[in-house]
Protein backbone atom coordinates (compact mmCIF):
# COMPACT_ATOMS: atom_id res chain seq x y z
CA UNK A 1 0.00 0.00 0.00
CA UNK A 2 1.24 3.29 -0.54
CA UNK A 3 0.69 6.65 1.05
CA UNK A 4 -2.89 8.13 0.54
CA UNK A 5 -0.96 11.42 0.20
CA UNK A 6 2.15 11.40 -0.96
CA UNK A 7 2.43 8.15 -2.62
CA UNK A 8 5.32 6.40 -0.75
CA UNK A 9 5.18 2.65 0.06
CA UNK A 10 3.92 1.86 3.69
CA UNK A 11 6.55 0.31 5.10
CA UNK A 12 5.92 0.78 8.71
CA UNK A 13 3.43 -0.36 11.22
CA UNK A 14 2.32 2.03 13.71
CA UNK A 15 -0.44 0.09 15.82
CA UNK A 16 -2.07 -3.37 14.98
CA UNK A 17 -5.66 -4.22 16.56
CA UNK A 18 -6.24 -7.56 15.11
CA UNK A 19 -9.52 -7.34 13.17
CA UNK A 20 -12.58 -5.81 14.71
CA UNK A 21 -16.33 -4.94 13.48
CA UNK A 22 -16.84 -0.79 12.20
CA UNK A 23 -17.02 0.66 15.44
CA UNK A 24 -20.62 2.39 14.67
CA UNK A 25 -22.32 -1.03 13.45
CA UNK A 26 -24.78 -1.22 16.60
CA UNK A 27 -26.63 -4.10 16.17
CA UNK A 28 -30.01 -4.89 17.28
CA UNK A 29 -31.52 -8.18 19.01
CA UNK A 30 -32.10 -10.08 15.58
CA UNK A 31 -28.33 -8.97 14.25
CA UNK A 32 -27.57 -11.03 17.57
CA UNK A 33 -28.17 -14.59 15.65
CA UNK A 34 -26.59 -13.44 12.25
CA UNK A 35 -22.54 -13.29 11.14
CA UNK A 36 -20.98 -10.20 11.43
CA UNK A 37 -18.35 -8.77 9.61
CA UNK A 38 -15.30 -7.49 11.33
CA UNK A 39 -11.98 -5.63 9.10
CA UNK A 40 -8.28 -5.66 9.66
CA UNK A 41 -7.62 -2.47 12.06
CA UNK A 42 -4.09 -1.57 10.74
CA UNK A 43 -2.36 1.62 11.18
CA UNK A 44 0.75 2.45 8.89
CA UNK A 45 2.86 5.57 9.12
CA UNK A 46 4.63 6.91 6.01
CA UNK A 47 8.38 7.54 6.58
CA UNK A 48 7.98 11.19 4.12
CA UNK A 49 5.75 12.71 5.04
CA UNK A 50 4.79 10.93 8.15
CA UNK A 51 0.97 10.94 7.54
CA UNK A 52 -0.66 8.32 9.91
CA UNK A 53 -3.05 6.20 7.61
CA UNK A 54 -5.13 3.11 8.17
CA UNK A 55 -4.49 0.15 5.99
CA UNK A 56 -6.82 -0.06 2.83
CA UNK A 57 -9.43 -2.89 3.28
CA UNK A 58 -13.19 -1.22 2.34
CA UNK A 59 -15.03 1.31 0.90
CA UNK A 60 -16.13 4.34 2.78
CA UNK A 61 -19.99 3.65 1.62
CA UNK A 62 -20.10 0.78 3.36
CA UNK A 63 -19.07 2.10 6.60
CA UNK A 64 -21.76 5.36 6.96
CA UNK A 65 -25.24 3.20 7.10
CA UNK A 66 -27.84 5.25 6.28
CA UNK A 67 -28.83 4.74 9.77
CA UNK A 68 -25.79 5.62 11.31
CA UNK A 69 -26.24 6.70 15.17
CA UNK A 70 -23.88 9.13 16.14
CA UNK A 71 -26.20 12.48 16.82
CA UNK A 72 -23.37 14.81 17.60
CA UNK A 73 -26.44 17.30 19.68
CA UNK A 74 -26.70 14.43 22.40
CA UNK A 75 -23.24 15.45 24.05
CA UNK A 76 -23.61 18.92 26.23
CA UNK A 77 -20.10 20.06 26.07
CA UNK A 78 -19.97 19.61 22.42
CA UNK A 79 -23.03 21.93 22.05
CA UNK A 80 -21.64 24.40 24.30
CA UNK A 81 -18.37 23.79 22.44
CA UNK A 82 -20.28 24.77 18.57
CA UNK A 83 -21.89 27.68 20.09
CA UNK A 84 -18.58 29.00 21.17
CA UNK A 85 -17.24 28.53 17.98
CA UNK A 86 -19.59 30.49 16.03
CA UNK A 87 -19.47 33.61 17.86
CA UNK A 88 -15.97 33.27 17.99
CA UNK A 89 -15.90 32.82 14.02
CA UNK A 90 -18.29 35.60 13.75
CA UNK A 91 -16.41 38.02 15.51
CA UNK A 92 -13.06 37.19 14.32
CA UNK A 93 -13.50 37.20 10.49
CA UNK A 94 -16.72 39.75 10.82
CA UNK A 95 -19.17 37.48 9.13
CA UNK A 96 -22.78 39.33 8.91
CA UNK A 97 -25.48 38.69 6.77
CA UNK A 98 -24.07 38.98 2.90
CA UNK A 99 -21.49 36.20 4.27
CA UNK A 100 -21.61 32.48 3.19
CA UNK A 101 -20.91 29.63 5.75
CA UNK A 102 -20.21 25.95 4.69
CA UNK A 103 -19.54 23.47 7.01
CA UNK A 104 -18.72 19.96 5.81
CA UNK A 105 -20.26 16.69 7.63
CA UNK A 106 -22.81 19.12 9.56
CA UNK A 107 -24.78 16.64 11.01
CA UNK A 108 -27.49 17.11 12.76
CA UNK A 109 -27.34 20.84 12.61
CA UNK A 110 -25.60 21.03 16.23
CA UNK A 111 -23.11 23.96 14.63
CA UNK A 112 -25.02 25.57 11.61
CA UNK A 113 -28.14 26.11 14.13
CA UNK A 114 -25.96 29.09 15.84
CA UNK A 115 -25.77 30.66 12.00
CA UNK A 116 -28.74 30.06 11.48
CA UNK A 117 -29.72 32.23 14.60
CA UNK A 118 -27.79 34.85 14.27
CA UNK A 119 -29.00 35.38 10.42
CA UNK A 120 -25.88 34.34 8.57
CA UNK A 121 -26.36 31.85 5.39
CA UNK A 122 -25.06 28.83 5.54
CA UNK A 123 -25.33 25.37 3.93
CA UNK A 124 -24.20 22.60 5.23
CA UNK A 125 -22.99 19.33 3.57
CA UNK A 126 -23.76 15.48 5.13
CA UNK A 127 -23.87 12.14 3.72
CA UNK A 128 -25.78 10.66 6.71
CA UNK A 129 -29.78 10.44 6.14
CA UNK A 130 -30.83 10.05 9.40
CA UNK A 131 -28.63 13.52 11.21
CA UNK A 132 -29.25 15.25 7.65
CA UNK A 133 -33.02 15.11 8.54
CA UNK A 134 -32.88 16.19 11.63
CA UNK A 135 -30.64 18.94 10.64
CA UNK A 136 -33.37 20.01 7.96
CA UNK A 137 -36.17 20.30 10.53
CA UNK A 138 -33.92 22.83 12.09
CA UNK A 139 -33.93 25.00 8.96
CA UNK A 140 -30.73 24.49 7.87
CA UNK A 141 -29.96 24.25 4.06
CA UNK A 142 -28.71 21.07 3.34
CA UNK A 143 -27.13 19.36 0.30
CA UNK A 144 -26.96 15.26 0.84
CA UNK A 145 -23.83 14.03 -0.51
CA UNK A 146 -19.63 13.51 0.27
CA UNK A 147 -17.75 16.63 0.01
CA UNK A 148 -14.69 16.22 -2.43
CA UNK A 149 -12.92 18.09 -4.99
CA UNK A 150 -16.25 17.76 -7.80
CA UNK A 151 -18.47 18.79 -5.19
CA UNK A 152 -16.32 21.74 -4.35
CA UNK A 153 -16.04 22.93 -8.31
CA UNK A 154 -20.00 22.61 -8.66
CA UNK A 155 -20.33 24.86 -5.19
CA UNK A 156 -17.76 27.22 -6.78
CA UNK A 157 -19.68 27.13 -10.64
CA UNK A 158 -23.37 28.12 -8.61
CA UNK A 159 -22.00 30.69 -6.51
CA UNK A 160 -21.89 29.21 -3.80
CA UNK A 161 -18.25 29.79 -1.98
CA UNK A 162 -17.85 30.28 1.64
CA UNK A 163 -16.04 33.17 3.37
CA UNK A 164 -15.76 30.02 6.30
CA UNK A 165 -15.95 26.53 5.61
CA UNK A 166 -15.80 24.56 9.00
CA UNK A 167 -14.70 20.98 9.06
CA UNK A 168 -15.33 20.05 12.91
CA UNK A 169 -13.42 16.72 12.96
CA UNK A 170 -14.25 15.27 9.71
CA UNK A 171 -11.25 15.67 8.33
CA UNK A 172 -9.31 12.77 9.95
CA UNK A 173 -12.41 10.59 8.71
CA UNK A 174 -11.98 11.47 5.18
CA UNK A 175 -10.63 8.22 2.81
CA UNK A 176 -9.28 10.56 -0.01
CA UNK A 177 -7.87 13.78 1.83
CA UNK A 178 -6.18 15.11 -1.20
CA UNK A 179 -9.53 15.30 -3.00
CA UNK A 180 -10.83 16.20 -0.01
CA UNK A 181 -8.28 19.31 0.30
CA UNK A 182 -8.93 20.22 -3.50
CA UNK A 183 -12.89 20.62 -2.60
CA UNK A 184 -12.21 22.78 0.05
CA UNK A 185 -9.55 24.79 -2.20
CA UNK A 186 -12.61 24.63 -4.86
CA UNK A 187 -15.30 25.92 -2.40
CA UNK A 188 -13.66 29.01 -0.59
CA UNK A 189 -13.95 32.66 -1.78
CA UNK A 190 -10.63 34.73 -2.36
CA UNK A 191 -10.30 35.91 1.25
CA UNK A 192 -12.17 33.23 3.02
CA UNK A 193 -10.83 31.35 5.78
CA UNK A 194 -11.09 27.21 5.95
CA UNK A 195 -10.85 25.84 9.45
CA UNK A 196 -10.55 22.02 10.48
CA UNK A 197 -10.38 20.97 13.84
CA UNK A 198 -8.90 17.01 14.33
CA UNK A 199 -7.39 15.61 16.95
CA UNK A 200 -3.53 15.64 17.31
CA UNK A 201 -1.64 12.71 16.87
CA UNK A 202 0.79 14.25 19.18
CA UNK A 203 -1.68 14.24 22.00
CA UNK A 204 -2.67 10.48 20.97
CA UNK A 205 1.03 9.29 20.97
CA UNK A 206 1.36 11.40 24.38
CA UNK A 207 -1.67 9.97 26.07
CA UNK A 208 -2.15 6.35 24.70
CA UNK A 209 -5.46 7.17 23.20
CA UNK A 210 -5.21 4.14 21.02
CA UNK A 211 -9.08 3.64 21.25
CA UNK A 212 -9.18 6.67 19.06
CA UNK A 213 -8.10 4.38 16.41
CA UNK A 214 -10.81 2.88 14.08
CA UNK A 215 -11.94 2.01 10.64
CA UNK A 216 -13.61 5.02 10.09
CA UNK A 217 -10.77 6.79 10.85
CA UNK A 218 -8.81 7.02 7.69
CA UNK A 219 -6.03 9.60 9.37
CA UNK A 220 -4.26 10.66 12.52
CA UNK A 221 -2.82 14.75 11.48
CA UNK A 222 0.21 16.31 13.04
CA UNK A 223 0.31 20.10 11.74
CA UNK A 224 3.56 19.24 9.66
CA UNK A 225 1.43 16.84 7.32
CA UNK A 226 -1.57 18.88 7.04
CA UNK A 227 0.85 21.81 6.45
CA UNK A 228 2.00 19.67 3.64
CA UNK A 229 -0.97 18.50 2.76
CA UNK A 230 -2.71 21.97 2.12
CA UNK A 231 0.38 23.28 0.37
CA UNK A 232 -0.38 20.92 -1.99
CA UNK A 233 -3.19 21.65 -2.64
CA UNK A 234 -2.95 25.26 -3.07
CA UNK A 235 -3.59 26.55 0.52
CA UNK A 236 -1.68 27.60 3.72
CA UNK A 237 -2.37 27.51 7.38
CA UNK A 238 -1.93 30.76 9.17
CA UNK A 239 -3.19 30.33 12.62
CA UNK A 240 -3.71 27.28 14.54
CA UNK A 241 -4.60 26.45 18.05
CA UNK A 242 -5.26 23.76 20.51
CA UNK A 243 -7.81 22.56 21.86
CA UNK A 244 -8.93 19.87 24.84
CA UNK A 245 -11.58 18.40 23.01
CA UNK A 246 -11.41 14.52 21.76
CA UNK A 247 -8.10 14.46 24.82
CA UNK A 248 -6.42 17.39 22.68
CA UNK A 249 -7.22 18.92 19.08
CA UNK A 250 -6.03 21.33 16.64
CA UNK A 251 -8.12 24.02 15.25
CA UNK A 252 -6.27 25.01 12.10
CA UNK A 253 -6.99 28.32 9.93
CA UNK A 254 -6.22 27.93 6.21
CA UNK A 255 -6.74 30.43 3.54
CA UNK A 256 -5.40 30.19 -0.19
CA UNK A 257 -2.12 30.29 -0.66
CA UNK A 258 -1.40 33.74 -2.75
CA UNK A 259 -3.74 34.99 0.69
CA UNK A 260 -1.53 38.50 1.89
CA UNK A 261 -2.24 37.62 5.61
CA UNK A 262 0.72 37.06 7.68
CA UNK A 263 0.57 33.73 9.57
CA UNK A 264 0.76 34.06 13.57
CA UNK A 265 3.53 32.68 15.55
CA UNK A 266 1.40 29.81 16.88
CA UNK A 267 2.02 28.12 13.85
CA UNK A 268 5.85 28.16 14.03
CA UNK A 269 5.98 27.29 17.54
CA UNK A 270 3.24 24.43 17.16
CA UNK A 271 5.55 23.21 14.53
CA UNK A 272 8.71 23.46 16.38
CA UNK A 273 7.22 21.15 19.34
CA UNK A 274 6.01 18.57 17.00
CA UNK A 275 10.00 18.22 16.11
CA UNK A 276 11.07 18.40 19.64
CA UNK A 277 8.38 15.43 20.23
CA UNK A 278 10.04 13.35 17.87
CA UNK A 279 7.12 13.14 15.08
CA UNK A 280 9.41 13.70 12.10
CA UNK A 281 11.14 10.64 13.01
CA UNK A 282 10.39 6.53 13.27
CA UNK A 283 10.42 5.69 16.93
CA UNK A 284 7.59 7.81 18.87
CA UNK A 285 5.65 5.23 16.11
CA UNK A 286 7.24 2.28 16.29
CA UNK A 287 6.77 2.41 20.20
CA UNK A 288 3.46 3.13 20.51
CA UNK A 289 2.34 -0.65 20.41
CA UNK A 290 3.24 -1.98 23.39
CA UNK A 291 2.07 0.94 25.27
CA UNK A 292 -1.15 0.39 23.97
CA UNK A 293 -1.08 -3.29 24.78
CA UNK A 294 -0.09 -1.99 28.64
CA UNK A 295 -3.43 -0.08 28.80
CA UNK A 296 -5.43 -3.48 27.71
CA UNK A 297 -3.51 -5.72 30.19
CA UNK A 298 -4.21 -3.12 33.19
CA UNK A 299 -8.14 -3.09 31.78
CA UNK A 300 -8.57 -6.72 31.82
CA UNK A 301 -6.57 -7.26 35.01
CA UNK A 302 -8.75 -4.47 36.57
CA UNK A 303 -12.22 -6.07 34.84
CA UNK A 304 -11.17 -9.84 36.10
CA UNK A 305 -10.29 -9.00 39.66
CA UNK A 306 -13.54 -7.12 40.24
CA UNK A 307 -15.16 -10.38 38.66
CA UNK A 308 -13.88 -12.91 40.91
CA UNK A 309 -14.61 -10.79 43.80
CA UNK A 310 -18.15 -10.42 44.05
CA UNK A 311 -17.94 -6.50 42.66
CA UNK A 312 -19.89 -4.78 39.95
CA UNK A 313 -18.88 -2.69 37.19
CA UNK A 314 -20.97 -1.66 34.08
CA UNK A 315 -19.70 1.22 31.60
CA UNK A 316 -21.15 4.60 30.69
CA UNK A 317 -20.86 6.19 27.04
CA UNK A 318 -21.17 3.70 24.36
CA UNK A 319 -18.99 5.65 21.99
CA UNK A 320 -16.67 4.43 19.20
CA UNK A 321 -13.59 4.58 21.20
CA UNK A 322 -15.08 2.49 23.35
CA UNK A 323 -16.06 -0.20 20.83
CA UNK A 324 -12.17 -0.28 20.07
CA UNK A 325 -11.04 -0.82 23.31
CA UNK A 326 -13.47 -3.14 24.75
CA UNK A 327 -13.02 -5.59 21.24
CA UNK A 328 -9.23 -5.24 21.52
CA UNK A 329 -9.10 -6.35 25.16
CA UNK A 330 -11.46 -8.76 24.26
CA UNK A 331 -14.01 -7.89 26.75
CA UNK A 332 -17.85 -9.48 26.68
CA UNK A 333 -20.80 -9.41 28.45
CA UNK A 334 -19.38 -11.49 31.41
CA UNK A 335 -17.13 -8.67 32.57
CA UNK A 336 -18.71 -5.73 31.72
CA UNK A 337 -22.85 -6.54 31.76
CA UNK A 338 -23.87 -3.01 29.85
CA UNK A 339 -23.32 0.00 28.90
CA UNK A 340 -25.46 3.31 29.67
CA UNK A 341 -26.06 5.87 26.64
CA UNK A 342 -27.82 9.29 26.40
CA UNK A 343 -28.63 8.57 23.25
CA UNK A 344 -31.96 7.33 22.20
CA UNK A 345 -30.93 6.16 18.96
CA UNK A 346 -28.44 3.17 20.73
CA UNK A 347 -30.31 2.12 23.47
CA UNK A 348 -31.56 -1.13 23.36
CA UNK A 349 -29.17 -1.86 20.27
CA UNK A 350 -25.64 -4.24 21.52
CA UNK A 351 -22.41 -2.84 21.35
CA UNK A 352 -20.20 -4.23 17.79
CA UNK A 353 -18.08 -7.48 18.38
CA UNK A 354 -18.20 -7.64 22.06
CA UNK A 355 -22.11 -7.75 22.17
CA UNK A 356 -22.58 -6.07 25.63
CA UNK A 357 -26.24 -4.73 25.82
CA UNK A 358 -26.68 -0.65 25.40
CA UNK A 359 -29.50 0.65 28.07
CA UNK A 360 -30.43 4.08 28.76
CA UNK A 361 -28.49 5.99 31.82
CA UNK A 362 -31.30 4.88 34.33
CA UNK A 363 -29.83 1.60 34.28
CA UNK A 364 -27.38 3.03 36.89
CA UNK A 365 -29.33 3.65 39.77
CA UNK A 366 -31.20 0.43 39.29
CA UNK A 367 -28.06 -2.01 38.95
CA UNK A 368 -26.27 0.19 42.05
CA UNK A 369 -22.97 -1.34 39.99
CA UNK A 370 -19.30 -1.16 42.59
CA UNK A 371 -17.92 0.54 39.40
CA UNK A 372 -18.45 2.84 36.27
CA UNK A 373 -15.94 2.55 33.66
CA UNK A 374 -16.58 6.08 31.79
CA UNK A 375 -15.48 5.24 28.11
CA UNK A 376 -15.43 8.51 26.53
CA UNK A 377 -12.72 9.39 28.63
CA UNK A 378 -12.83 12.71 27.08
CA UNK A 379 -16.21 13.90 28.70
CA UNK A 380 -15.57 12.10 31.71
CA UNK A 381 -15.88 15.31 34.02
CA UNK A 382 -19.42 15.39 32.08
CA UNK A 383 -20.47 11.60 32.78
CA UNK A 384 -19.11 12.33 36.52
CA UNK A 385 -21.27 15.06 36.85
CA UNK A 386 -24.32 14.19 35.96
CA UNK A 387 -23.61 10.41 37.63
CA UNK A 388 -22.42 11.73 41.26
CA UNK A 389 -25.48 9.71 42.99
CA UNK A 390 -23.30 6.72 42.31
CA UNK A 391 -21.37 7.79 45.94
CA UNK A 392 -24.47 7.10 47.52
CA UNK A 393 -24.08 3.49 47.67
CA UNK A 394 -20.25 4.14 47.66
CA UNK A 395 -19.84 3.53 43.26
CA UNK A 396 -16.50 4.61 42.01
CA UNK A 397 -15.49 6.20 38.40
CA UNK A 398 -12.94 4.26 36.34
CA UNK A 399 -11.08 5.70 33.20
CA UNK A 400 -8.70 3.17 31.73
CA UNK A 401 -6.78 5.30 29.38
CA UNK A 402 -3.67 6.79 29.60
CA UNK A 403 -3.93 4.46 32.21
CA UNK A 404 -6.33 2.95 34.87
CA UNK A 405 -7.59 5.51 37.32
CA UNK A 406 -10.12 4.91 40.10
CA UNK A 407 -11.90 7.67 41.82
ZN1 LIG B 1 3.28 10.14 2.77
Known sequence: MKCRHCGTPLNHTFLDLGFAPPSNAYLT???????????????????????????????????????????????????????????????????????????????D???????????????????????????EKLGIPLLQAFFGEALGKT?????????????????????????????????????GTITLEFPHVMRLIEHTQFDTVYHEHFSYLSLYTVSRIFQTAGLRIWDVEELPTHGGSLRIYGCHQADLRPSTDAVEVLLQREAEAGLQTLSPYTSF????????????????????????????????????????AGVKPDLLPFVCDAAGAKQGKYMPGSHIPI???QAIQQAKPDFVLILPWNIADEVMKQNT???????????????????
Open 289 to 328: QARANKVKDDLLDFLIRQKRTGKKVVAYGAAAKGNTLLNY
Open 109 to 135: GYLLKNFVAAGIPCLGIEPTASTATAA
Open 29 to 107: QADLSKPEKYYPLKIKVCDHCWLVQTEDYAQADELFSPDYAYFSSTSSSWLAHAKAYAEQMTQRLGLNGNSMVIEVASN
Open 155 to 191: LAAEGKQADLIAGNNVYAHVPDINDFTRGLKAALKPG
Open 389 to 407: FIREWGGKFVTSIPELVIQ
Open 359 to 361: MAP
